[in-house]
């Protein structure tokens, strides 16, 4: 079985400090839920189901992580263990 790592807490500072390569590598770990969760079910006329990948969600769910880390990540609290280095 697949530990899940936890993304570094420098990566995620870099993030919200604007690094587009650290943005990318939290994107991409999180892309296989993001597309679990964007799945949706389609029902033709004759009642055949088709999933596909909503794009338009999948885009706004990738917006607020990207936002969250941005805007309401706090760099001043790192989580037990971690330390912040000036």
């Not at 943005?23 to 991409?28: A, N, S």
């Not at 296989?32 to 006329?45: A, F, G, L, N």
């Not at 055949?48 to 990948?53: M, R």
């Amino acid at each position: 079985m697949k530990k899940n790592k936890l993304i570094p807490y420098e990566t995620i500072v870099a993030a919200k400090n604007g690094d587009p390569a650290a943005m990318d590598v939290i994107l991409k770990r999180y892309d296989p839920y993001i597309t679990s969760q964007s799945r949706r079910t389609y029902t033709d006329e004759r009642g055949v189901q088709s999933t596909f990948i909503d794009e338009d969600i999948k885009s706004r769910i990738r917006l607020k992580l990207m936002i969250a880390i941005m805007k309401d990540f706090d760099v001043d609290s790192p989580p037990p263990g971690e330390t912040i280095e000036d």
